[in-house]
């Protein structure tokens, strides 16, 4: 495992308030796989590639801005974009908004590129290697662990997914990825999956549409929390949560 997935791993099973070794928990580790080595450090809305302004713009009306947001010319729809969510939610979304568009179309912006698969190839070795009972996915993780688990199928007590994007209108659903043959399963629970939990903040601006279920019948609870004003998208907060700790506990106690 990477030093980078280790401290990820460490950061995690403190949030859970276990123990950390790496026999108990793992992760998959994919951000250096759609790392594009160019401007991935700026929050700058106008250096976004023109796919990724698209899904900005895709974004910020499935949260409910105003037409207007998505017209005018040149690079003044994105302008206004990222200022209406700082306007909305704060700068700091705004901020997050940006970082994720970037990430996202590198993910997503052909239907099997390298860099998708080679992503989900990451998650599909780690599960392969520890043979895990829980998967547990936050954010873009959930898309890249749903498209891994229709793929390569493998036998899971329990999948959560945590501020999850996957039913985000024309940024991730439509885009959807499960493997020849699966098309027409978008929306049920992967295969060797015997359970799929979801939870959202009310207030994650990541998590759209917040019920997830109306385009993902697979899921099997859907439980919406309030993590707070601030950091309500980061998967500590999540992770902390007495809900995931119920179904993990739930899980345990039918051993």
């Known amino acids: 495992m990477t030093l980078a997935a280790e401290r990820l791993a460490a950061e995690w099973a403190a949030a859970l308030g276990i123990p950390y070794d790496t026999e108990s928990l793992r992760t998959a580790y994919y951000a250096q796989l759609l790392h594009l080595g160019s401007a991935q450090g700026t929050d700058d809305p106008e250096l976004l590639s023109a796919d990724a302004q698209r899904l900005l713009l895709g974004w910020v009306t499935a949260l409910g801005a105003p037409a207007e947001i998505a017209m005018g010319p040149g690079t003044l729809p994105v302008r206004q974009a990222a200022g209406w969510l700082a306007e909305r939610f704060g700068d ?32 599909q070795r780690v599960l392969a290697l520890q043979q895990p009972r829980v998967v547990v996915a936050h954010s873009l993780g959930s898309v890249v662990a749903y498209e891994a688990l229709w793929h390569r199928p493998f036998d899971l007590d329990l999948l959560i997914t945590l501020g999850s994007p996957l039913g985000m209108p024309h940024v991730f659903y439509e885009r959807l990825s499960l493997g020849e043959g699966n098309e027409q399963s978008k929306g049920q629970r992967p295969p060797g999956v015997r359970r799929w939990v ?55 106690s039918h051993d």
Not at 103 to 122: F, G, K, L, M, Q
Not at 210 to 226: C, K, M, T, Y
């Open 92 to 123: 700091a979304a705004r901020k997050l908004a940006v970082l994720f568009c970037r990430e996202a179309d590198t993910y997503v912006s052909e239907h099997d590129s390298p860099r998708r698969a080679a992503a989900r190839e990451e998650v």
């Open 198 to 252: 979801n939870i959202a903040d009310i207030g994650d601006i990541v998590a759209i549409p917040r019920d997830l279920p109306s385009r993902f019948p697979g899921i099997d609870a859907h439980l919406e929390v309030s993590l707070g004003p601030i950091a309500s998208h980061k998967a500590t907060r999540y992770l902390a949560r007495p809900e995931v700790a119920a179904e993990l506990g739930h899980l345990l």
